[in-house]
């Protein structure tokens, strides 16, 4: 088992920045892959994922405004949020899940709770 806890998470301006960070316990093994989703009413999107190596994709709809990166040796992982919109508001979550197929569109083992972001006009 695998547990993901978000974090940083709050309300921004339109045009601020945000880092979300997620921290991950138990059969670290299982966290080969890792991603960001976004929940906005009853839609998810995969947003972002990343390899243990570092290999990231992104979602169009986030490309050139957010990265995602990973600290191994912390079991952590971080989405940084620039140039924020207010569309942008949702919940966020991280995943993880085994294996060598890493994209932010397949399906994924583990999931955090979530964190809500929050763009105002």
């Known amino acids: 088992q695998v547990q993901l806890v978000e974090s940083g998470g709050g309300s921004v301006q339109t045009g601020g920045s945000l880092r979300l960070s997620c921290a991950a316990s138990?059969?670290?093994?299982?966290?080969?892959?890792m991603a960001w989703f976004r929940r906005r009413g009853s839609e998810r999107e995969g947003i972002a994922s990343i390899?243990?190596?570092?290999?990231?994709t992104y979602a169009d709809s986030v490309k050139g405004r957010f990265t995602i990166s990973r600290d191994n040796a912390k079991n952590t992982m971080d989405l940084q949020l620039k140039s924020v919109e207010p569309e942008d508001t949702a919940t966020y979550s991280c995943?993880?899940?085994?294996?060598?197929?890493?994209?932010?569109?397949?399906?994924?083992?583990?999931w955090g709770r979530g964190t809500q972001v929050t763009v105002s006009s």
């Open positions: 390899t243990r190596n570092g290999l990231v």
């Open positions: 138990g059969n670290i093994d299982d966290t080969t892959c």
């Open positions: 995943a993880a899940t085994p294996g060598r197929y890493c994209e932010h569109t397949r399906s994924f083992r583990y």
